[in-house]
Each structure stands twice: as structure tokens, then as C-alpha cells.
T-cell receptor, first 118, second 111 residues
Framework: GAVVSQHPSWVICKSGTSVKIECRSLDFQATTMFWYRQFPKQSLMLMATSNEGSKATYEQGVEKDKFLINHASLTLSTLTVTSAHPEDSSFYIC??????????????FGPGTRLLVL | LAKTTQPISMDSYEGQEVNITCSHNNIATNDYITWYQQFPSQGPRFIIQGYKTKVTNEVASLFIPADRKSSTLSLPRVSLSDTAVYYCLVAPDNYGQNFVFGPGTRLSVLP
């Protein structure tokens, strides 16, 4: 149980284009999903927290107009990197928490999406 | 905002027990302690979680002293496949406040 998937697993795009990454909780309903970015040999950096049906809360320094997050259902959240540039190249990871009693403290992570902007 | 401190790296040999300690001096009453394992180019994998005292599952044990200002992840008889980065995360049960992943501990298991 508690499986989170991401799609695509990797993507290469040209500078200036937009890229959408999907995060799905496969066997539970996720009240909250988180989006992280991770650069090589660094820790995870929280970008934003999204709750189903409401606007995402972005961390300081993260441009909400550049990283659009939509949490339209209890099993799907999307991150769209708009007008991507080479400096946006990174490993993007989502996580979800079920909100169920006894398990709501735990985040379950997706496998990550490698983005390379040329 | 609970900040964590861990050793940057550790080396061990196959078959040994490995203990990784995380310091979290300003842990709050409603914070839980969770440990994750991450392999290169993969998302973190949940290992174990606790609030106080000792927790054990099929892969690890977590020791938390009474003051909760630190925690120790214990991996029994490590193998080469346990080579990974281990993160200690301290966060409230509702994740309503800010939480930060520390730098993690890079464990290298040698033959």
C-alpha cells in the first residue's frame, strides 16, 4: 500500500517551453501533496504544499507563477514548470500524506522526475 | 521550525550494525521523527517513524530518548545494498508548519 507514482520519469525540453509533471497516489486518497526539488548531491528542498481543492502554499523564494501547482482531486496533483530555462533542470519529487488516523504523519514519496532543459 | 543535524557521511562494513544519530534540539511537542532512505535518482523511501522511546520494524530500530532532542536510527547487519543517503525529518503531525529536510547522512557500506 501507500504507493505514489510520477509521470514522466524523465523529460528533456527546449528552453522556453512548459513541462507538466503528474503525481498520483495509487491506493489512497491524499489530502496533502508536497513538491520538492533536489539538485545533485543536495538534500530535498520543499517547493510547495498543495491541498485538494485549494491553492498551493509556496515556500519562500519559489515563484508561484513559474511553478504552477494544481491539486484537482484527492489522487492527483500536477506541477507545471512554465517557460523552463536551463537553471530549472533538476530532480523533482512529489510526496503525499493520506491524512488517515494513525498514518497521517507519514509522507509517501514518488520516484521522482528528472527534468533537463536545453 | 525544527532543524536537524546529522553526520554528513559514515562508512561501515557488511554485516555490521550501523547507528546514525540525528540531533533536533528544538523539537516541538507535536513533532514526529521520521527516517527516510534515498538511492540516487529515486524518491526517498520511508524506513521508520517514532514519537518517543523505541520503535522497531522489520528493517530498522529507532531509539528516542526521553527529552526527544535526538534520535538514533539503527540498521542491523548492513549489506552493500544499504549504501544510500539517510534523512531524518522532524515535522508536526499536521505538516501545517514549515519543515525542512536536513542534509542527510551518506552511508557507504564496504565489502
Amino acid at each position: 500500500g501507500a504507493v505514489v507514482s510520477q509521470h514522466p520519469s524523465w523529460v528533456i525540453c527546449k528552453s522556453g517551453t512548459s513541462v507538466k509533471i503528474e503525481c498520483r497516489s495509487l491506493d489512497f486518497q491524499a489530502t496533502t501533496m508536497f513538491w520538492y526539488r533536489q539538485f545533485p548531491k543536495q538534500s530535498l528542498m520543499l517547493m510547495a504544499t498543495s491541498n485538494e481543492g485549494s491553492k498551493a502554499t509556496y515556500e519562500q523564494g519559489v515563484e508561484k507563477d513559474k511553478f504552477l501547482i494544481n491539486h484537482a482531486s484527492l489522487t492527483l496533483s500536477t506541477l507545471t514548470v512554465t517557460s523552463a530555462h536551463p537553471e530549472d533542470s533538476s530532480f523533482y519529487i512529489c510526496s503525499a500524506r493520506s491524512g488517515l488516523a494513525g498514518d497521517k504523519e507519514t509522507q509517501y514519496f514518488g520516484p521522482g522526475t528528472r527534468l533537463l532543459v536545453l | 521550525l525544527a532543524k536537524t543535524t546529522q553526520p554528513i557521511s559514515m562508512d561501515s562494513y557488511e554485516g555490521q550494525e550501523v547507528n546514525i544519530t540525528c540531533s533536533h534540539n528544538n523539537i516541538a511537542t507535536n513533532d514526529y521523527i521520521t527516517w527516510y532512505q534515498q538511492f540516487p535518482s529515486q524518491g526517498p523511501r520511508f524506513i521508520i517513524q517514532g514519537y518517543k522511546t523505541k520503535v522497531t520494524n522489520e528493517v530498522a530500530s529507532l531509539f528516542i530518548p526521553a527529552d526527544r532532542k535526538s534520535s538514533t536510527l539503527s540498521l542491523p547487519r548492513v549489506s552493500l545494498s544499504d549504501t544510500a543517503v539517510y534523512y531524518c525529518l522532524v515535522a508536526p503531525d499536521n505538516y501545517g508548519q514549515n519543515f525542512v529536510f536536513g542534509p542527510g547522512t551518506r552511508l557507504s557500506v564496504l565489502p
